[in-house]
């Protein structure tokens, strides 16, 4: 029964538009930082996220992106390269690496979505984009996500110099929290807002 | 075995263990549903607990599991071959646990918080939950999956509409 429900389970993920690739490294990590397991935060300080802003970037999240060699970006460095000037000529860029879904609810105003675990839709153009850019600035959530990083990793495992990449550890919950201007809907909707999504 | 009514004897307590079957497979479907239909997050999750950092591994089981628990799922609610799926549910239930209990020690000592405030997503595809409450949904999971191999919930089967009972034979 066991080796018949097997052969169900992984032949459903097969043919499911959503199943896992059961080769691929979703976590491209060349290497791995030991650190306190990922948590939420205690139930008196709310859900995870919420206290972004007086939250430092977990350790593990920085370790690994020093490990890497990856720039990281704070929020002074992210808010400057969105109002250079180079922004609207897309020699600096914005990838956010969250899904969908988190990409529709709010992102940072311009930035295109590149779902590292689902990247067939968009790698072609954001690599289009990336080859171009000068400057790359990588967000997901903030917290300990580590998406950016792994979106990050991708780009640069596909040939775009890694020195090119800053990582916005601070993400959109960040962003948000000091009212920076997020995008709501798809790439350049015109749908913008301040503060909290 | 002795003190334990023997099933079919007792219509009161079949019934009982026959609605335990279906909210055991409901339960299951719901949580397998829930994670098969976004398999990313579940394999995030799965990740977490540091039980392997092989891709293939990994991978395997956060494709694998929620597929797994809907196969069980679906026979306990239609009662074909409930013995079997009972002891599969054992076979994950325990040493989930088991990983689950390990994971919020872990968390408690990193946070300095009392066990019971403890609140994670641990994957059961539920969300965050207390772990107190986990414990205790789990340990309650255990005890009916349990009481269903023993032999109960064999009521209204599906099994014995395909196939007839041996006896009969």
Redesign the interface.
């Known amino acids: 029964m066991a080796i018949v429900g097997a052969a169900i389970a992984f032949a459903a993920n097969a043919v499911s538009p959503r199943g896992l690739v059961l080769t691929r490294n979703y976590f491209p990590k060349a290497v791995t930082v030991a650190g306190p397991a990922p948590a939420a935060l205690p139930a008196e300080l709310g859900p995870a996220g919420t206290n972004a802003v007086a939250v430092a970037p977990p350790q593990p999240v920085v370790a690994s992106l020093d490990a890497e060699s990856l720039q990281r970006a704070d929020i002074d460095l992210a808010a400057a390269l969105f109002r250079d000037p180079r922004y609207q000529s897309e020699l600096v860029v914005f990838i956010d690496a969250r899904d969908e879904e988190q990409y529709r609810e709010g992102h940072v105003p311009g930035a295109y979505q590149f779902d590292h675990y689902r990247p067939e839709k968009q790698l072609a153009t954001v690599l289009h984009v990336c080859q171009l850019a000068e400057q790359i600035v990588v967000y997901c959530t903030g917290g300990d996500c580590e998406d950016s990083e792994f979106a990050a990793l991708a780009l640069i495992g596909v040939g775009i110099p890694k020195e090119r990449f800053f990582v916005y550890v601070g993400g959109m919950s960040e962003w948000a929290a000091h009212g920076l201007p997020f995008e709501v809907g798809e790439r350049n909707s015109g749908n913008i807002g301040n503060g909290e999504p | 075995m002795s003190a334990m009514p023997l099933p079919g004897r007792h219509k009161g307590w079949n019934l009982v263990a026959v609605l335990t079957r279906w909210l055991l497979g409901g339960l299951f479907l719901q949580m397998g549903l829930s994670k098969?239909?976004?398999?990313?997050d579940f394999?995030k999750l799965v990740?977490?607990y540091?039980l392997t950092?092989h891709?293939?591994l990994?991978?395997?089981i956060?494709?694998?599991?929620?597929?797994?628990e809907?196969?069980?799922g679906v026979l306990l609610l239609a009662g074909v071959?409930v013995r079997?799926?009972a002891l599969?549910l054992l076979?994950m239930l325990a040493p989930f646990t088991w990983v689950v209990f390990q994971?919020a020690l872990?968390?408690q000592a990193?946070?300095g918080?009392p066990f019971c405030?403890?609140?994670?997503?641990c994957g059961c595809g539920a969300g965050?939950v207390?772990i107190c409450r986990k414990l205790v949904e789990n340990g309650l999971l255990i005890l009916f999956s349990a009481w269903l191999l023993m032999g109960w919930g064999r009521g209204l089967c599906a099994r014995y509409a395909l196939m007839k009972p041996r006896a009969e034979n």
């Open positions: 098969a239909l976004d398999p990313v394999l990740r977490e540091d950092q891709p293939l990994l991978n395997g956060a494709a694998a599991l929620p597929w797994f809907v196969f069980c071959a079997g799926s599969m076979a994971r872990a968390i990193d946070l918080i405030a403890v609140k994670f997503d965050e207390y």
